[in-house]
């Protein structure tokens, strides 16, 4: 039903701006809640921001408050990720997951998984 695709990777400076893209070509995704998690070399998955079905609630982790925004376009199928103010420790390779229930435990968010975009930021 949803097949998940991250974009938008890349290099940045700290201090600037990067925006990912989370898109489904099953065009499904609007059933769905969307979270973004980020993994580095030797860890598992961290929660970075989710958004409900409609779009009219959001969550982020509190290290990336105020400098990124997570949002979508239903009728686009798709979830962005802005991303401003970058620090180094954004560093990490980003996903995107749809799961059907936006209250979902964070440890068990996720049905489905996009591949991931990297995300590096020097200082």
């Known amino acids: 039903q949803v097949q998940l695709v991250e974009s938008g990777g890349g290099l940045a400076q700290a201090g600037g701006s990067l925006t990912l893209s989370c898109a489904d070509s099953g065009r499904t995704l609007a059933a769905y809640a969307v979270g973004w998690f980020r993994r580095t070399p030797g860890s598992d998955h961290e929660f970075v921001a989710v958004?409900?079905?409609?779009?009219?609630?959001?969550t982020y982790v509190d290290s990336t408050k105020g400098r990124f925004t997570i949002s979508r376009d239903n009728a686009e199928n798709t979830v962005t990720l802005q991303m401003n103010n970058l620090k180094p420790e954004d560093t990490a390779t980003y996903f995107c997951a749809a799961d059907p229930m936006y209250g979902s435990p964070w440890y068990g968010f996720g049905r489905y998984w996009g591949q991931g975009t990297q995300v590096t930021v020097s200082s």
């Open positions: 958004i409900n079905q409609s779009g009219n609630e959001t």
